[in-house]
């Protein structure tokens, strides 16, 4: 059974940094992308990165050169630096994977931006 697990994010102030965190267990990590979504209160999910099986990166534009994700193929970590956060970063944040055709999602870590 495919199982994200979640650690990191919290709350700080704009311009600070954070590092989330996802742990897979239970899939071939190492064949998979892996992604990052967030949810803010009242809106839809949306991506915010993504890392290929092959290490390739795409970011949401609006967090283009302030967010880095990376994966450990070793430890099936993904993680996801996030720097220069602001306000409008606040959201819960997803691990999400399609693994064997399915979706599966990380338990959400909030992270809070205050000015």
């Known amino acids: 059974q495919v199982r994200l697990v979640q650690s990191g994010g919290g709350s700080v102030r704009s311009g600070g940094s954070l590092r989330l965190s996802c742990a897979a267990s239970?899939?071939?990590?190492?064949?998979?992308?892996m992604n990052w979504y967030r949810q803010a209160p009242g809106m839809q999910r949306e991506l915010v990165a993504t890392?290929?099986?092959?290490?390739?990166?795409q970011y949401q534009d609006d967090v283009k050169d302030r967010f880095t994700i990376s994966r450990n193929n070793v430890r099936n970590t993904v993680h996801l630096q996030m720097n220069s956060l602001k306000p409008e970063d606040t959201a819960v944040y997803y691990c999400h994977t399609n693994a064997y055709s399915r979706n599966f999602w990380g338990q959400g870590t909030q992270v809070t931006v205050s000015e």
């Open positions: 239970g899939m071939n990590f190492k064949l998979y992308a």
């Open positions: 890392i290929t099986s092959g290490g390739t990166t």
